[in-house]
């Protein structure tokens, strides 16, 4: 029956469904609905780094690459604890930014907590060109460095 719709029907169905949990559900329970509700569930892609842990952020980034292709949002949270150092934060950042599709990203939330560094900023800057907004109290020291610098006229 669900066959017989046409895909946009399907997609309203799957998009006004807001909870991951059930998205996740759909996912797993129908054929049909998996290639319709996969990039919704995974569009909007947000990190507790100390909730998820490191297993679960590495497994994010190695997991399905046909999923992370859906990323089109990615969020991380974080609080300084014992569980996890700053450097393991940015370094599990700088992995799964690094494990996204080029250009794919078109909104990225840096946890105000941390202090990006200037390989995190290029990072961002050779891999998510398409960048369309830039969340978070960061300062990205190159390209401090870079904007502050006297512009030179070609020769």
Not at 42 to 53: E, F, T
Not at 76 to 95: E, R
Not at 102 to 120: G, I, K, V
């Amino acid at each position: 029956m669900l066959e017989e719709l046409p895909r946009e029907h399907l997609k309203l169905v799957v998009e006004y469904t807001k909870r991951p949990s059930h998205l996740k559900s759909i996912c797993r329970v129908s054929r049909t609905l998996n290639p319709v509700a996969t990039p919704v569930l995974y569009s909007d892609v947000k990190l507790d780094i100390d909730k998820c842990g490191s297993r679960k952020i590495v497994a994010f980034v190695k997991s399905n690459s046909r999923s992370r292709a859906f990323v089109r949002a990615l969020a991380f949270q974080y609080v300084d604890s014992d569980t996890t150092s700053p450097s393991l934060a940015l370094n599990l950042i700088k992995a799964t930014l690094r494990m996204l599709p080029s250009n794919s990203l078109r909104y990225f939330e840096m946890p105000s907590e941390l202090q990006a560094d200037d390989d995190l900023f290029h990072t961002v800057a050779t891999t998510q060109q398409r960048l369309e907004k830039l969340v978070g109290e960061v300062t990205f020291p190159a390209l401090l460095r870079i904007m502050s610098s006297p512009f030179k006229e070609p020769e």
